[in-house]
């Protein structure tokens, strides 16, 4: 079945510096990709998506690339913030919506 | 739109009392789904329904979990017994049947089973 797979955390930055989570997946199809975040004590928000290959998703400095070819779709931020610390987590879903697949999710942590 | 909305937000309940807990979806959106968060297993799918019919529960962990959708606006996910182990926060999350479409979800209830 269709899995995502995300580096290990925790993740533990200081401000400013530059950020990759690795995401890798297994999928039939063309899947959808998605990074969601999750603040303490929230639920999951989305913070950026691509739903075709090639496809850069962006949102808050945040940047991910849809990459086929190596079945990824790594985070990136060139200089985070305390405020970007959260667990992230990578997903995917059919065309059509349905059955999202989530990654176990990364925890940063940006120290000031 | 108010977004997906859960209650109880908090929930304390001792072993072997019954459970429920209550989501309302985004109105319009086709899809619904119970997910369930532990910092072992992390985020758990349930179920999820489709137009209010169950389409896959074998993430339901066993017979003590049930869920129903009596109508597109609501959604309830039952624990009768409740175990300890049964603690965790658990999500309703919605999405249209739409190509390319996220899901959208609720703030959680964490359910605290003593």
């Known amino acids: 079945g269709d899995s995502v797979t995300q580096m290990e955390g925790p993740v533990t930055l200081s401000e400013e510096a530059f950020l990759t989570i690795n995401c890798t997946y297994t999928?039939?199809?063309?899947?959808?990709l998605f990074w969601y975040v999750q603040y303490p004590g929230e639920g999951l928000q989305l913070l950026l998506k691509?739903?075709?290959?090639?496809d850069k998703g962006s949102n808050k400095g945040f940047e991910a690339t849809y990459r086929k070819e190596t079945t990824s779709f790594h985070l990136e931020k060139g200089s985070v913030q305390v405020s970007d610390s959260a667990v992230y987590f990578c997903?995917?879903?059919?065309?059509?919506?349905?059955?999202?697949?989530f990654g176990p999710g990364t925890r940063l942590s940006v120290l000031p | 739109d108010a977004g997906v909305i859960q209650s109880p937000r908090h929930e304390v309940t001792e072993m072997g009392q019954e459970v429920t807990l209550r989501c309302k979806p985004i109105?319009?959106?086709?899809?619904l789904f119970w997910y369930r968060q532990t910092m072992m297993r992390g985020l758990e799918l349930l179920i999820y329904?489709?137009?209010?019919?169950?389409?896959?529960d074998s993430g339901m962990p066993e017979d003590r979990f049930s869920a129903k959708m009596p109508n597109a606006s609501f959604s309830t996910l039952k624990i009768q017994p409740s175990e300890p182990r049964d603690s965790a926060v658990y999500f309703c999350?919605?999405?249209?049947?739409?190509?390319?479409?996220?899901?959208?979800f609720g703030q959680g209830t964490r359910l605290t089973v003593v």
């Open positions: 999350a919605s999405s249209l049947l739409a190509v390319n479409t996220e899901a959208f």
């Open positions: 999928a039939t199809g063309y899947p959808s």
């Open positions: 691509a739903t075709k290959a090639d």
């Open positions: 997903a995917l879903t059919g065309n059509y919506g349905q059955n999202f697949v």
């Open positions: 109105s319009g959106h086709d899809y």
């Open positions: 329904f489709n137009n209010n019919v169950p389409i896959d």
